[in-house]
């Protein structure tokens, strides 16, 4: 809220009548005048408050009466009402209504307070808000209101002395405050004052106005007090301190500069009042020597008036006048150049040694002040350096800073010495002088101090912080406080001097540089605007910069090296380096050499090692060898100065030719070495000439920290060959990598350089170079590879003007190449192909696309590097090649054959990295760039690929390679049309050249087209590799070649497909089985090295055995899936024998791999399709219309023993037979007259193999032999199932003429592949285990073949059906081998029923297992049942008696049962017989009376017989259950008798139903045995069978229709024999029972009764059931007799004969009537 406000004056008004208030009633009883005027005041204010609408303006008016009251309440003296009186005089202040004559009264009556001691402090308040609110207050009112602050200053009382001396100053302040504002309101109507003349007369002020004039009088006055003389303005003060007179001074000097400088009258006090005074007041300080007293010098008392100077330095006005100094020449040194001439140069005075420490230490913090000003320097050096007579002021500064420093570190005092032995002697050159120090023996952290400080020569100084940088903070010159002089710590004026040095070499280099940048930036814009003009440079400014580093250098040099020397804090070095650093730039800028390169000599040897480097850069060829040694942790240096107080980081060896002394880097040469760094990372283009320093100082220290090239020529850390002596320690393996990095970044801005100091940098490094070069030759130590790295890195970063530096650098780093030491050239070679790498990849301008020549230059060096001999750099060569086409492969264009060149001269005797690394080359460019290069080079990949595929070094290469053929194969495929158009653009351009020289053009392949003649290079080249000696190359070049063919052989011409068959393939195929019927078949123990192989593959000859078996499965595909195509050629049934022969004797090969091969491509021939009716086909295929079968019947006839003669082939014949007047047939006659040939001729090879592989071992070369020999004779099964398995697939084809004498051959075959055994080796793979019932896959064919046959029978023609019973036939001799295994020969072999998995010995030498057949035999079985079942009424089935055959052959299983080899069998024949029967019995009723079947009941009958009562007995391990089941097929035996055969006794031969009948009785009184052993347990068991034999007995027995008297007298006589066993054994159980007593009767016994019980139960049944009058009186008279024997049985104790016995008794009830008499009577 403003003071102003509606609302701020009401309640300003609203205050003063409380205040009014309260001041009358304080005063009402002792002070009546006073309430009065205070009443009156309250009216007076209400009054104007009324009158007036702005009220604060009529306040001010009327301010002395206002005020009054107040001022009346003052004079009284009593405290409260001063108090009160006091803040309502301020609230009036504060709001601006006191006007001028109340503002006299006011500071009237506050003099008067401030006289008799009252209210101090509100006083000072009072007057301070008085002069700050408004300006009423002028002249000798100000005056007296100043005197009142200075005199309340000096007052007894400390808390009012400061607050007197605040108000004081800020007084003073407001004084000149009002002066400026002044000056800002009337800038705009100001009329010249006039001129001042040069007298002191104070009434000169008159010109000034009010607020100058008071500011004048006062800053008059304080010169005057300060000088101790009286004040012309100030009336009335009483006392004075020099010290605070000074300090008012130096704040209005520093406050309003521009008044002093503006204003003429303040200048000339300036001049002439403050100047003088100043000098006058130095002169104790500057006579003073440190000798002449001990102390600082004691001071006088402060309160004294004007203490008189004593001939000693006072330090408070001292230090204060310094303070004075440092304004003056900060703002007024263009108004007092003399004058700060003569500061200066005492100011430098100052620094002598023999003055007071503490005046040093003011003087360089004053020195320091000036230092952070650069363009004050730069004046300085313009006005005094640069006149002719004048003091060089600008260089006195910089050596006296520098010899203040040298100073300190000689004066005894100035530090204290260092925790090392003094100097012991020894010499040293440079500022640094000697030192000869040795660290104790506790390790180098024992005598470093942690705080950061300089030693040298023994004295130790510390090092403290003084001030930021840029800004001079100083303490002592601030220390306005202290009276006596203070101690000044150790080490704090070198620290000023040394912040003063830094900031000064920061300043100028700073201020240059920006001026410097203005220059250029004008420069450029000038070049801009005025292309044509040359801009002469402003040539003042650059005088000055040269005149002021030729003006300092030295100075700065010395003190900074002495400094560097002499540090042992990382960042004062840090800094220290930072300035030499800016100082060589500058020089360098300024294109002052001899500067610029002290500056980088003394970075250089502050880099290196200590004599190393004085060596080193003094050119000396060796170096003093200095022993240093490491033992633990105590390393003893010898160093020419302060060394030995650097923490050592890293030992290492010296580049030089001495490999037994090492040499120490501290940290503090670490630190140099990333300055130097530094340097020439950011200021290269200054350097010029130094560049040699610079590099020969970095090389070595690399070379000292094991840093070694790495990728792109950065240096990394590597400890490769150096061995044990070089140590780092952990601080420097952290800084490598940074080191590392700006190594790499200083060669990366090289890139900014221009064309001359890129040359300049070259040039250095490329000198280094060769030194290094000249160092290695003869001698194994490691060369220094620092040039050659950076020569890449430098070549890396100027890409975009590569072609200034690529010749000079390419040709030496050819020549780094061919050096002899295998480091160096390594990396020649490196760096050589990194370049052509970058070379290529750059983006050019133009592209190199377009800009051929530049991309042969680039290409140049890479085939150049063909000569160097050394494998490594090949290898390097083609290394980079590899990476040239994976980054620019695309754009190579014309240096494809340059770059194959290089791939492709690869020999065997090169070694495997280099062939595998060009391999890789050419891998890539098969995969990625055949498309990019021109056509006519892809010849070239063909042949590169194929000579890879031959060498003999690499395996995994030759295999890829054909890999790599397929590849381009691929190729060739895809890009035909594009290849082709190219090639014959090309072809016709070199034929057009041929004949302008007349020659004729020379092809391989000739008559095929171009792009064809790629194709048979390709298929050349894999045939080469097809019979390559390693068996992997062909079986991968074989796989290949066919491949191609396969996918890709449609694009050929046909008489290139003439070319590929004959020249080709069956060239190949010939080749092929002539080294693998000569290959050796000698073991090959291991496959080279560690490598096992499979016994399969062991020898030579199997292992060309699987390339013969890859070769002719090839072969035949490409016959099935072209053989349209080959069949146009004209001489296909020359190239169909040749094939099939090829087959043939491949089938016949004692080598299983390869015979069953043969079947498969066997196979695979055959299931051709029968190609198109081409109806405009005029092929020129010989054959004719109306051949005879004569000529094809010896093609067909040739039986197993004679082979075929393949040179007579059919079109042969058929050409022979027509002779000369042949004519190409009706297409659809002739293609069915060839195919049908074609399939003859395929069957006959198939009868011929088959018969000569099936066919046994004569009988001597069964016995024993080695059993190699034996098992080369007998096919394996894969062999034989293949072989059947082609049965059906050919028989499609000649079914039409297939005959009886072609079903015995097939018969011939089929039988013989059965019999085979297998080695018993194979056994297990094959067979399955007993229990299984699994046909093997060769029964499975043969069983196929058969069935194939018999369905084209059933659908076919009539006459076909004969061959019904020979089928029959061959499948029943199968089914006999369940039980009678075929014999092979005189072959010995285990029945595999026998020889169970667990007893067969694997590896027997002559173990022969015979198959298990019995699934076989089954399943023939099976199939004739079927067969038998479709075919039982055919008029072949019946004639031929099959019915019989089949039971005669079922008899053998039926009747040894139990005895079978398999369980299965006889159940199986069972079933069998009931199905056959049932179908076969009515056929052969019907046929009674023909005698078809007379034979076949006899057989029948037999078979019953064997089967029912069996001989063989059942196992030990047979369960009840299988009993049960065995006995329910006995009874469906019995079935089929009583249904199918019994009832149509008329039809049957009557000795058959006779046998029959006596079979039943056999079978229902099976269990009479005489004796009763355990041998019988199964009589016993065969209950239900002996009831259903003895139900249909008896059915038979009790029949009404018994045909013939025969019949009833065996059912009587069986009856009777029946009854009267049972009689027998019931008695006797009864006699056994009474006799055994407690004892139960044996088991059998027990069952027997029951059994008989049970049989008598049944016979009461059936008599039930009978007709009375049918049976026999005799029975009756045995039935009835049974019945006393059965009452007698009641007794026993079984439970079991209890329930039976109850059956048996219960009939007996039917038969019980009254006696005949009654019945008949009855009935009557």
């Known amino acids: 809220m403003s003071t102003s406000s509606p609302e701020a004056v009401k309640k300003l008004l609203e205050n003063m009548q409380t205040d009014l208030r309260s001041l009358s009633m304080e005063c009402k009883k002792k002070f009546p005048p006073v309430k009065e005027a205070a009443e009156s005041g309250i009216v007076k204010i209400k009054t104007i408050a009324s009158r007036n609408t702005d009220i604060l303006a009529a306040l001010k008016e009327n301010s002395s009466e206002v005020v009054q009251p107040f001022l009346m309440g003052c004079g009284t003296k009593e405290p409260k009402i001063t108090q009160l009186c006091l803040a309502a005089i301020q609230r009036l202040m504060s709001h601006e209504v006191v006007s001028e004559p109340a503002a006299g009264n006011i500071i009237n009556m506050l003099w008067q307070l401030m006289e008799n001691g009252l209210e101090e402090l509100k006083l000072l308040q009072t007057v301070l808000v008085l002069l700050t609110t408004n300006t009423v207050v002028h002249d000798e009112v100000l005056s007296k209101a100043i005197v009142l602050c200075f005199r309340l200053h000096f007052t007894k009382d400390n808390i009012t002395n400061n607050t007197a001396a605040a108000t004081v100053r800020q007084v003073v302040t407001v004084v000149f405050e009002r002066m400026v504002a002044e000056d800002q309101r009337c800038k705009g109507m100001v009329e010249p004052p006039p001129p001042v003349h040069g007298n002191s007369n104070r009434r000169s002020v008159s010109t000034l106005r009010p607020s100058a004039k008071d500011a004048y009088m006062l800053f008059q006055d304080l010169c005057q007090l300060v000088n101790a003389d009286a004040p012309y303005w100030l009336v009335g003060m009483t006392e004075m301190t020099r010290t605070f007179g000074l300090e008012l001074l130096e704040s209005v000097l520093n406050d309003f500069p521009t008044v002093f400088l503006q204003q003429q009258e303040f200048s000339f006090l300036l001049k002439e009042r403050v100047c003088p005074l100043v000098i006058k007041l130095f002169s104790p300080n500057i006579k003073f020597r440190q000798g002449s007293c001990s102390g600082g010098g004691s001071s006088s008392n402060s309160s004294a008036a004007s203490p008189v100077p004593t001939e000693k330095p006072y330090f408070p006005i001292c230090m204060r006048l310094l303070r004075v100094v440092s304004v003056l020449i900060k703002h007024f040194y263009s108004l007092l150049v003399t004058e700060c001439e003569i500061f200066l140069s005492l100011l430098v005075r100052f620094l002598d040694g023999e003055k007071p420490a503490w005046l040093r230490a003011v003087a360089v913090e004053s020195v320091h002040r000036l230092c952070v000003q650069p363009h004050l320097l730069r004046s300085f050096c313009q006005s005094y350096d640069m006149k002719q007579h004048s003091t060089k002021v600008f260089r006195d500064i910089v050596n006296a800073l520098g010899s203040f420093i040298q100073s300190l570190f000689i004066a005894p005092h100035a530090g204290t010495p260092a925790t090392v032995s003094a100097?012991?002697?020894?010499?040293?050159?440079?500022?640094?002088?000697?030192?000869?120090?040795?660290?104790?023996?506790?390790?180098?952290?024992?005598?470093?101090?942690?705080?950061?400080?300089?030693?040298?020569?023994?004295?130790?100084?510390?090092?403290?912080?003084?001030?930021?940088?840029?800004?001079?903070?100083?303490?002592?010159?601030?220390?306005?406080?202290?009276?006596?002089?203070?101690?000044?710590?150790?080490?704090?004026?070198?620290?000023?001097?040394?912040?003063?040095?830094?900031?000064?070499v920061r300043g100028i280099t700073s201020m240059m540089e920006r001026e410097l940048d203005q220059q250029e930036r004008a420069a450029a814009e000038f070049r801009e605007n005025h292309p044509h003009q040359e801009q002469q440079p402003p040539s003042g400014s650059q005088q000055v910069w040269e005149e002021m580093v030729s003006a300092c250098w030295c100075g700065l040099l010395a003190a900074l090296s002495l400094l560097l020397d002499a540090s042992t804090d990382e960042a004062a070095t840090e800094s220290i380096l930072k300035a030499e650093l800016s100082l060589a730039w500058l020089c360098g800028r300024l294109g002052m050499v001899t500067p610029r390169d002290a500056f980088i000599t003394a970075l250089c040897k502050a880099s290196l090692p200590p004599h190393y480097a004085l060596t080193l850069l003094s050119g000396a060829p060796s170096l003093g060898s200095k022993a240093y040694s490491i033992q633990g942790q105590s390393v003893q240096i010898i160093s020419p100065s302060s060394e030995s107080h650097q923490q050592v980081v890293a030992v290492g060896q010296p580049l030089t030719a001495q490999p037994q002394s090492t040499v120490v880097l501290t940290a503090k040469n670490i630190q140099c070495m990333r300055t130097l760094l530094n340097l020439a990372h950011c200021h290269g283009a200054v350097l010029g000439t130094s560049w040699q320093l610079v590099l020969a100082t970095l090389q070595h220290l690399v070379w000292i920290l094991g840093l070694k090239p790495g990728v792109g020529g950065a240096l990394k850390p590597g400890r490769a060959a150096e061995g044990p002596s070089t140590v780092l320690t952990t601080a420097v393996m952290t800084d490598l990598p940074v080191i590392s990095n700006i190594l790499s970044r200083l060669f990366e801005s090289s890139q900014y350089l221009d064309d001359v100091s890129l040359h300049h940098l070259m040039n250095a490094l490329c000198s280094l170079s060769l030194e290094a070069m000249e160092m290695a030759y003869g001698n194994n130590k490691e060369p220094s590879l620092f040039a050659v790295a950076k020569l890449l890195e430098t070549g890396l970063v100027n890409m975009d003007r590569i072609q200034i530096l690529w010749r000079p650098l390419t040709g030496h780093l050819l020549e780094v190449c061919q050096h002899p030491n295998s480091r160096m050239r390594e990396w020649g070679a490196e760096a050589l192909t990194a370049l052509i790498k970058a070379g290529l990849a750059y983006k050019h301008e133009p592209p190199l696309a377009q800009n051929q020549r530049l991309q042969l230059l680039l290409l140049n060096p890479l085939k150049e590097l063909s000569n160097v001999l050394h494998a490594d750099i090949r290898q390097k060569q083609l290394e980079s090649v590899l990476q040239i086409l994976q980054s620019q492969g695309d754009g190579l264009g014309p240096g494809w054959p340059l770059v194959l060149g290089v791939i492709g001269a690869i020999r065997n005797d090169q070694g495997e990295t280099l062939i595998r690394t060009a391999f890789q080359c050419l891998q890539l460019v098969v995969t990625d760039f055949l498309p990019t290069m021109p056509c006519t080079c892809l010849q070239i990949v063909v042949e590169v690929a194929g000579s890879f595929g031959l060498q003999n070094q690499e395996l995994n290469i030759s295999l890829t390679s054909i890999g790599l053929l397929w590849n381009i194969s691929d190729y060739f495929f895809q890009r035909g049309e594009a290849i082709t158009e190219e090639l014959e653009r090309e072809e016709a351009a070199l034929q057009q050249q041929a004949e302008e020289r007349g020659e004729t053009l020379n092809r391989p392949f000739d008559p095929a087209p171009p792009f064809d003649c790629l194709w048979l290079c390709l298929y050349a080249k894999l045939g080469e590799l097809c019979v390559d000696p390693r068996p992997a190359v062909r079986k991968s070049a074989g796989q290949t070649l066919f491949s191609t063919i396969a996918a890709h052989g449609t694009l050929l011409q046909q008489q290139t497909w003439h070319i590929v068959v004959w020249k080709v393939l069956f060239h190949l195929l010939d080749c092929v089985r002539t080294a693998s019927t000569t290959a050796d078949k000698e073991k090959i123990e291991s496959g080279g090295g560690n490598i096992l192989i499979h016994h399969s593959r062991d020898t030579a000859e199997k292992q060309w055995a699987e390339t013969w078996v890859l070769t002719l499965a090839g072969v035949a595909r490409i016959f099935n899936t072209r053989r349209y195509l080959l069949q146009r050629l004209g001489d296909f049934f020359q190239a169909w024998e040749v094939l099939l022969d090829h087959i043939q004797s491949a089938a016949l090969s004692r080598n299983s791999e390869v015979s069953l091969a043969a079947l498969k491509s066997f196979q695979e021939v055959l299931q051709m399709a029968a190609p198109a009716k081409d109806s405009e086909r005029t092929g020129d295929a010989l054959a004719a219309v109306g051949v005879p079968p004569v000529l094809i019947d010896p093609l067909l006839a040739s039986g197993p023993g004679r082979p075929l003669m393949r040179s007579d082939s059919l079109v042969e014949r058929l050409t022979r037979y027509n002779g000369a007047e042949l004519q190409a047939p009706p297409p659809g006659e002739e293609s069915a007259l060839e195919d049908s040939a074609l399939w003859w001729s395929a069957w006959s090879t198939w009868c011929r193999t088959g018969m000569d592989s099936t066919r046994p071992p004569p009988a001597d070369l069964a016995a024993p032999a080695p059993p190699a020999q034996r098992l080369s004779f007998i096919p394996s099964q894969p062999f034989l199932t293949a072989l059947v398995q082609i049965f059906p697939a050919l028989y499609q084809h000649i079914k039409a003429d297939f005959s009886m004498e072609e079903l015995r051959k097939l018969g011939v075959v089929l039988h013989g592949a059965v019999s085979v055994p297998i080695s018993s080796e194979a056994s297990p793979f094959i067979l399955p285990s007993y229990s299984e019932a699994v046909l093997t896959s060769l029964q499975e064919a043969v069983l196929t073949s058969l069935d194939v046959l018999q369905k084209a029978i059933c659908v076919g023609l009539e006459n076909l059906q004969v061959m019904y019973p020979a089928i029959f036939q061959q499948l029943l001799l199968f089914v006999e081998f369940s039980c009678k295994p075929p014999q092979f020969g005189p072959v010995e072999t285990k029945h595999v029923a026998n020889a169970k998995y667990n007893q067969i010995q694997l590896f027997a030498p002559a173990e022969w297992v015979a198959l298990n057949y019995v699934p076989f035999a089954e399943r023939s079985l099976e199939v004739v049942v079927e067969l038998y079942q479709k075919t039982a009424c055919h008029k072949a089935v019946i004639n031929e008696k099959v019915l019989q055959s089949i039971v005669k052959t079922l008899r053998v299983p039926l009747g040894l049962k139990y005895s079978c080899p398999s369980e299965s069998t006889w159940k199986l024949a069972v079933s069998s017989l009931l199905k056959v029967l049932s179908i076969g019995l009515p056929v052969a009723r019907q046929h009674a009376s023909s005698g078809r079947f007379s034979t076949m009941w006899p057989e029948l009958?037999?078979?019953?017989?064997?089967?029912?009562?069996?001989?063989?007995?059942?196992?030990?391990?047979?369960?009840?259950?299988?009993?049960?089941?065995?006995?329910?097929?006995?009874?469906?035996?019995?079935?089929?008798?009583?249904?199918?055969?019994?009832?149509?006794?008329?039809?049957?031969?009557?000795?058959?139903?006779?046998?029959?009948?006596?079979?039943?009785?056999?079978?229902?009184?099976?269990?009479?045995?005489?004796?009763?052993?355990?041998?019988?347990?199964?009589?016993?068991?065969?209950?239900?069978?002996?009831?259903?034999?003895?139900?249909?007995?008896?059915?038979?027995?009790?029949?009404?229709?018994?045909?013939?008297?025969?019949?009833?007298?065996?059912?009587?006589?069986?009856?009777?024999?029946?009854?009267?066993?049972?009689?027998?054994?019931?008695?006797?159980?009864?006699?056994?029972?009474?006799?055994?007593?407690?004892?139960?009767?044996?088991?059998?016994?027990?069952?027997?009764?029951?059994?008989?019980?049970?049989?008598?139960?049944?016979?009461?049944?059936?008599?039930?059931?009978?007709?009375?009058?049918?049976?026999?009186?005799?029975?009756?008279?045995?039935?009835?007799?049974?019945?006393?024997?059965?009452?007698?049985?009641?007794?026993?104790?079984?439970?079991?004969?209890?329930?039976?016995?109850?059956?048996?008794?219960?009939?007996?009830k039917d038969f019980m009537q009254p006696p005949a008499s009654r019945v008949q009577n009855g009935e009557s």
């Open 423 to 504: 100097p012991a002697g020894g010499s040293g050159s440079g500022p640094s002088g000697a030192a000869q120090a040795g660290l104790a023996a506790g390790g180098v952290g024992g005598t470093l101090s942690t705080q950061a400080a300089f030693e040298y020569r023994g004295t130790w100084i510390p090092l403290v912080t003084v001030s930021v940088q840029g800004s001079a903070k100083a303490t002592y010159l601030e220390m306005l406080d202290k009276v006596e002089p203070p101690s000044i710590p150790e080490g704090y004026a070198m620290s000023v001097a040394f912040s003063a040095l830094l900031d000064l």
């Open 1501 to 1708: 009958a037999n078979a019953f017989q064997d089967f029912l009562f069996t001989k063989s007995t059942p196992p030990d391990n047979l369960s009840i259950q299988e009993f049960q089941s065995n006995e329910a097929v006995d009874v469906e035996v019995v079935q089929l008798i009583s249904t199918e055969i019994l009832p149509f006794a008329n039809f049957i031969p009557k000795d058959f139903v006779g046998q029959i009948m006596a079979m039943l009785n056999r079978g229902s009184i099976h269990s009479q045995s005489a004796s009763f052993t355990e041998a019988e347990i199964e009589v016993r068991m065969r209950e239900d069978f002996s009831k259903v034999c003895f139900e249909t007995l008896l059915q038979f027995s009790f029949s009404n229709k018994a045909s013939t008297p025969q019949e009833g007298l065996i059912s009587r006589m069986a009856l009777a024999v029946l009854l009267q066993r049972s009689q027998d054994v019931l008695r006797r159980y009864v006699e056994d029972e009474r006799l055994s007593g407690r004892c139960p009767l044996p088991r059998q016994q027990v069952t027997e009764i029951i059994f008989v019980l049970k049989a008598i139960s049944t016979l009461m049944d059936s008599l039930k059931k009978t007709q009375p009058e049918n049976v026999d009186s005799n029975t009756w008279a045995q039935v009835i007799s049974l019945y006393p024997t059965l009452v007698e049985c009641i007794t026993c104790s079984s439970p079991e004969v209890s329930s039976a016995l109850k059956e048996a008794l219960g009939p007996f």
